[in-house]
């Protein structure tokens, strides 16, 4: 019995990375199909949706075998949205591959648990927090874009309205999220602090799969309306690229090189970047930005492999005994 309550408390103190890693993954699977590499992009699709399904059976676990109820629900961190966000991304992608059904099957989903996280997470935001504040308009532009693809591909007007009802919604709390988070993370953060470009990166592409909607779909709104959302759009990718330069002038003024679980959140916001360069350029007609759109995409890809090295290395040293895991050869018996 001891065994297995030591177990349980280290699975709940266990850094939640997985995800980020289906967000990071999900989205890098989105860049290399907008890039035109669909081998490497099904690729990423598939260990996105392994660790999907190993985030579902965290949650579960948390729920059935940790005694009391999951700790990002009950508190209201925003770190209990990352689920919804992993969900949409990973929708977004699955339904670029024609899967619809599928699609629509993670839309409800990502809606569902949305509607039923984000007022707690909203009521307890507090001052000067880490990046993971700007989660709600992650999940929400989330949903946005995943709304926006499923409408081109199906036709379905009320889910294009729905999606450019959360897109608006979407921005209101990026603006929410930036009164609320410590600029000083960007100096000091562990990693999440880049979700603060990853926010505006997820807009863009949200709206961009908005102008490709009304170009492809039925009748949405008028020329006028189609304009703001154009113009929205690329404002939204400029500040993106903008971000993108503080943070990494940041990095490159405080380095820090050792591997957290929160580094996913930078392989997120990169390809985010990335993907939305890309779709900006197909969807509002900025057919110049699919270059620099690919070399954010490499970069991505070099960073999640970077990443990923680390996180099995930090397994590795988790699966050791205590005096190996801290290089410390045991003695052989007498």
Request: overall charge positive.
């Amino acid at each position: 019995m001891s065994g297995t309550s030591a177990l349980r408390t280290r699975w709940v103190r266990r850094p939640p990375a997985t995800g980020g890693a289906v967000l990071a993954t999900g989205v890098l699977s989105v860049g290399l199909h907008l890039a035109g590499y669909e081998v490497l992009s099904r690729i990423a699709l598939a260990l996105a949706c392994a660790a999907w399904l190993g985030l579902v059976a965290d949650v579960a676990v948390r729920l059935l075998w940790v005694p009391g109820p999951w700790e990002p629900a009950r508190a209201g961190s925003p770190t209990g949205l990352t689920p919804v966000a992993a969900s949409a991304v990973l929708g977004v992608r699955v339904s670029l591959l024609g899967l619809h059904r599928l699609a629509e099957a993670l839309l409800a989903l990502a809606l569902a648990l949305w509607v039923g996280l984000v007022y707690p997470v909203l009521r307890r935001w507090e001052r000067r927090r880490p990046g993971a504040v700007f989660l709600g308009c992650v999940a929400t532009q989330g949903i946005s874009a995943l709304g926006a693809v499923l409408a081109a591909a199906t036709d379905v007007a009320w889910l294009a309205h729905l999606a450019l009802v959360l897109f608006w919604l979407g921005l209101v709390l990026y603006l929410v999220g930036l009164w609320r988070f410590d600029p000083r993370q960007v100096l000091t953060g562990a990693g999440d602090h880049w979700i603060a470009g990853g926010g505006l990166a997820v807009s863009a592409l949200a709206g961009s799969r908005l102008v490709a909607a009304a170009h492809r779909g039925p009748y949405l709104w008028n020329d006028d309306d189609n304009g703001v959302l154009r113009a929205a759009t690329v404002a939204l990718l400029v500040l993106t690229l903008a971000w993108s330069c503080v943070l990494l002038v940041a990095e490159a003024l405080r380095p820090r090189l050792g591997y957290d679980a929160l580094r996913w959140a930078t392989v997120f916001a990169l390809g985010m970047t990335a993907a939305a360069t890309l779709s900006v350029a197909s969807s509002p007609g900025v057919p110049w930005l699919r270059g620099p759109g690919r070399v954010l995409l490499w970069i991505a890809v070099a960073v999640w492999c970077v990443v990923l090295a680390g996180a099995a290395r930090a397994v590795a040293r988790g699966l050791r005994p205590p005096g190996e895991a801290e290089g410390v050869r045991p003695r052989a018996p007498r």
